[in-house]
């Protein structure tokens, strides 16, 4: 566990341990739930589809491709105790390929349109 105050910034930083040094990540999803279980009744979405929810996220310079830095200010649940469980989705690309997931950014999938 790790502790903080409501509104208190959270820094979080993911490594790729890898010896390719052409891979980098790519903070695909990630939501705060108030129970351990990978469920996404009650979740709140800080990124989805690489497109970010919360105001207060933000990306951090790195050095590194294979080194992501982000951070969001810290909350409660409501009516919950006051412990947030995160699940993060990273996805792995090469570096320089302009096809990968890693180079698409944010992808906002548009509604399927109703048949006649």
Same mark, same amino acid.
């Given at each position: 566990? !790790?502790?903080?105050? =409501?509104?208190?910034?959270? @820094?979080? &930083?993911?490594?790729?341990?890898s010896? /390719?040094?052409?891979?980098?990540?790519?903070?695909?999803?990630?939501?705060a739930?108030?129970?351990p $279980?990978?469920?996404?009744?009650?979740?709140?979405? =800080?990124?989805k589809?690489? #497109?970010? +929810? /919360?105001?207060?996220y933000?990306? *951090? !310079?790195?050095? !590194?491709? $294979?080194i992501?830095?982000f +951070? @969001? %200010?810290?909350?409660?649940? =409501?009516?919950s %105790?006051?412990?947030? *469980?995160?699940?993060?989705?990273?996805?792995? #690309?090469?570096?320089? /390929? !302009?096809?990968?997931?890693? *180079?698409?950014? #944010?992808? +906002?999938?548009? +509604?399927? &349109? &109703?048949?006649?």
């Amino acid at each position: 566990p !790790y502790y903080v105050s =409501i509104n208190q910034n959270l @820094f979080l &930083e993911a490594s790729l341990h890898s010896s /390719d040094p052409s891979l980098q990540l790519f903070l695909h999803t990630c939501e705060a739930s108030p129970t351990p $279980h990978n469920s996404t009744t009650g979740a709140y979405t =800080i990124v989805k589809n690489g #497109c970010v +929810k /919360d105001p207060t996220y933000a990306t *951090y !310079y790195s050095p !590194y491709r $294979h080194i992501l830095r982000f +951070k @969001f %200010n810290a909350f409660q649940f =409501i009516r919950s %105790n006051p412990v947030v *469980y995160l699940q993060c989705e990273l996805v792995v #690309c090469r570096a320089f /390929d !302009y096809s990968s997931r890693c *180079y698409q950014g #944010c992808v +906002k999938r548009s +509604k399927r &349109e &109703e048949s006649s």
